[in-house]
Each structure stands twice: as C-alpha cells, then as structure tokens.
T-cell receptor, first 116, second 111 residues
Framework: AQSVSQHNHHVILSEAASLELGCNYS??????LFWYVQYPGQHLQLLLK??????LVKGIKGFEAEFIKSKFSFNLRKPSVQWSDTAEYFC??????????????FGSGTRLSIRP | DGGITQSPKYLFRKEGQNVTLSCEQN?????MYWYRQDPGQGLRLIYY???????QKGDIAEGYSVSREKKESFPLTVTSAQKNPTAFYLC??????????FGPGTRLLVL
C-alpha cells in the first residue's frame, strides 16, 4: 500500500533562513508527487507537483522540490523564508497511471512557524 | 465562480445519530474525495470516487458511507458506527488524479 512520511512535525525558523522539509513515499510503481500548503484560515492549495521530466520542479512563492527516485524522496526547499510562509505543508502521492492515479494519499503534514 | 462548496461549516452530532456532509463541485472533475484532518495526523483518505455511481474505500472508511449519483455531488454520511467522529472533514476534486482542489471544510463536533 502506498504511504507518505513527513518526519518534521513542527519546524521553527527565522526570516531569511533556508528551508528544507522532508517527504518520503512508499509505492512500487510510477508516481505523481505533490506539495500542498494550508495557510491559517485558508483552503489547502497546490504549491507544486511532479509528474515526469525534470526532477527539479519549481512552484509558487519561490518554493521548489526535487524528486530523487532512488531515495523515494520529494523534499521541499526554499532558499529564504518569509514570515508569510507560516503554514502547514503536506506532501502527497498517487499512482501515476490508470486507476491508481485517482487515489491520492497525504503525509501527516509539517507545521512551519517563521519568527519575524 | 468555479470551485468546491461544502456545507455546513459546523455540524453537531448527537450519540447514535447519522449526519450527512455535503460536497458540490462545478469544475467538471471526474474524481472526488473525502479526507479527515486531525491534528498531527494530516489528511487521511476516507472514500474517493473516480466516476459517477462508483466509489472506493480509502484508508479509514469504517463508520462512513458515500454516494455518487451525480458528477457534481459526493455527500459523506458519518454513521453511528463511527466512534470518534470529531474532526475536520475536507472534500476535494480533481481531473483524473491531477491537481486537487479543496473545499473550505466542515467541522464535526459531538454533543
């Protein structure tokens, strides 16, 4: 069964610090990978996604993630965080093709707190 | 406006009562989903549906039921068999497993 692990439950950083949030997945076949963000009081929204091609993907607000197939990882990075990045971040995965593509599984989330 | 609506925003359930959470989308998406969000546990998949009149159990389907009679609608019933229903419930839709769009959520509380 597919699963997603986010090992950092709560990360606290100062503004301008660099960010890396870990995401590892377990799935035997082709995968699609996502990072979603939930700002306080707002809907979950997509940050970025990887389906195929360049394993380094860029998303909104300066975020990027790198798919490393050999490590089953899809870590989220940002070189310099801002106070407005305070939010909860979720990694998600689905089987990349056919009926498996519709079953999307999420990790437990990482709460990011930025000190001004 | 295109999007997903969920109602009600807050719902109270009494012991032994079944309650139904509404989810409607006008994005013409094939797939719809129900997740439960608890602190520290992320989003756990309850049920999902890829097409009308078909749905599959997710990881925590026990105590819940769904129907998909229309493409736009995917209501979730929390039955009396669900012993710990207090949670935040999120509905989402997507086109064939691509980017999901989420509704605003329903918070279910037990009286």
């Amino acid at each position: 069964a597919q699963s997603v692990s986010q090992h950092n439950h709560h990360v606290i950083l100062s503004e301008a610090a660099s960010l890396e949030l870990g995401c590892n997945y377990s799935y035997g076949g082709t995968v699609n990978l996502f990072w979603y963000v939930q700002y306080p009081g707002q809907h979950l929204q997509l940050l970025l996604k990887y389906f195929s091609g360049d394993p380094l993907v860029k998303g909104i607000k300066g975020f990027e993630a790198e798919f490393i197939k050999s490590k089953f990882s899809f870590n989220l990075r940002k070189p310099s965080v801002q106070w407005s990045d305070t939010a909860e971040y979720f990694c998600a995965v689905n089987g990349g093709a056919g009926s498996s593509a519709s079953k999307i599984i999420f990790g437990s989330g990482t709460r990011l707190s930025i000190r001004p | 406006d295109g999007g997903i609506t969920q109602s009600p925003k807050y719902l109270f359930r009494k012991e032994g009562q079944n309650v139904t959470l509404s989810c409607e989308q006008n994005l013409n998406h094939d797939a719809m989903y129900w997740y439960r969000q608890d602190p520290g546990q992320g989003l756990r998949l309850i049920y999902y549906s890829q097409i009308v009149n078909d749905f599959q159990k997710g990881d925590i389907a026990e105590g819940y039921s769904v129907s998909r009679e229309k493409k736009e609608s995917f209501p979730l019933t929390v039955t009396s068999a669900q012993k710990n229903p207090t949670a935040f419930y999120l509905c989402a839709s997507s086109y064939r497993g691509e980017t999901q769009y989420f509704g605003p959520g329903t918070r279910l509380l037990v009286l």
